[in-house]
């Protein structure tokens, strides 16, 4: 089946124009802005993918997990994911919360995914309108997951990659959050970071609304990922993706997430944390 967007990343101009033409019916817009009631201005026809309940597993204790590959399908189904449907990811805040579902998806096997450069404000500031009101509730999807190993991790996974000479650890949290200036926004978990990972917010990937030209993704991921398998993590596997996205762009191919993130290892009975730089 041939893409009908770029991935995975598409512009304002190319979605618009897409859904002026005659396969705008595959098109399925996804709004993943985390906390917005379902009256918040979005695209015509978003439908949302709900990081906050069904589209992450509510059962372990940690916010934002992957669930199974049984509830994410079913889950996709009910929000009417065909299996010719190019997915689109856009959000309130641009970037925060699209990249995790472009992640999830492709962890499931499903690539025709691309995240809306600038997200919704990108939308608006090109003339295009946002509405406030409900989508319908589409008819139920025929998507088939399937999923791939190694594209989200685990402690374990985390703890051997930072022993490894062929993995870097980077964690897209603030500076502050990084060196245990700020205390955790979580109550109950440690301030620091992993002894061995590097520091990459996922703020200085975007600016005035959109990403880094590629030329400067690269190089800034260059800069700190010296070694070839880049494994993301935060503080709860969400902006993780965004990092991940710059991997991925930058032409890395070993690129992981941490699934439980900062949430997950920052427990007090977690492994260990140093502070400072």
């Given at each position: 089946m041939?893409?009908?967007?770029?991935?995975p990343?598409?512009?304002?101009?190319?979605?618009?124009?897409?859904?002026?033409?005659?396969?705008?019916?595959?098109?399925?817009?996804?709004d993943?802005?985390?906390?917005?009631a379902?009256?918040?201005?979005?695209?015509?026809?978003a439908?949302r993918f709900?990081l906050?309940?069904?589209?992450?597993?509510?059962?372990?204790?940690?916010?934002h997990?992957?669930?199974?590959?049984?509830?994410?399908?079913?889950?996709?189904q009910a929000?009417?994911?065909?299996t010719?449907c190019h997915?689109?990811?856009?959000?309130?805040?641009f970037?925060?919360?699209?990249a995790?579902?472009w992640?999830?998806l492709?962890?499931?096997?499903?690539?025709?995914?691309s995240?809306?450069?600038?997200?919704?404000?990108?939308?608006?500031?090109?003339?295009?309108?946002?509405?406030t009101?409900?989508?319908?509730?589409?008819?139920?999807?025929?998507v088939v997951v399937?999923?791939?190993s190694?594209l989200?991790?685990?402690?374990?996974?985390?703890?051997?990659?930072?022993?490894?000479?062929r993995?870097t650890?980077?964690?897209?949290?603030s500076r502050?959050?990084?060196t245990g200036e700020?205390?955790?926004?979580?109550p109950?978990?440690?301030?620091?970071h992993?002894?061995g990972?590097v520091?990459l917010?996922?703020?200085e990937?975007?600016?005035?609304?959109?990403?880094?030209?590629a030329e400067?993704?690269?190089?800034?991921v260059d800069d700190?990922c010296p070694?070839p398998?880049v494994v993301?993590?935060?503080?709860?596997?969400?902006?993780?993706?965004?990092?991940?996205?710059a991997a991925?762009?930058a032409?890395?191919?070993?690129?992981?997430?941490?699934?439980?993130?900062?949430?997950?290892?920052g427990?007090?009975?977690?492994?260990?944390?140093v502070?400072g730089?």
């Open positions: 041939t893409s009908l967007l770029p991935t990343v598409v512009t304002v101009e190319e979605l618009a124009t897409a859904l002026a033409g005659p396969d705008a019916g595959r098109i399925l817009v996804l993943a802005s985390m906390g917005a379902p009256t918040a201005p979005h695209i015509p026809g439908l709900d906050d309940g069904p589209m992450s597993d509510q059962t372990t204790g940690l916010p997990t992957m669930p199974s590959a049984e509830s994410f399908q079913a889950s996709l929000l009417g994911v065909r010719d997915l689109v990811v856009t959000e309130t805040d970037l925060f919360a699209a995790r579902p992640w999830m492709r962890s499931m096997g499903i690539d025709e995914v995240i809306l450069d600038g997200g919704n404000p990108a939308w608006a500031r090109a003339g295009h309108r946002l509405t009101s409900p989508t319908p509730q589409p008819p139920a999807g025929d399937h999923p791939r190694g989200i991790v685990d402690e374990q996974d985390v703890l051997a990659a930072l022993a490894s000479d993995q650890v980077v964690d897209a949290r502050a959050r990084f700020q205390q955790e926004p979580r109950g978990l440690r301030a620091g992993m002894a990972a520091n917010p996922y703020t990937l975007q600016e005035a609304g959109a990403l880094i030209p400067r993704m690269a190089a800034r700190v070694r398998g993301a993590s935060c503080g709860s596997g969400v902006t993780a993706c965004v990092v991940a996205l991925v762009l032409g890395r191919e070993d690129v992981r997430v941490y699934d439980g993130s900062w949430s997950e290892w427990r007090p009975d977690g492994p260990q944390v502070t730089p």
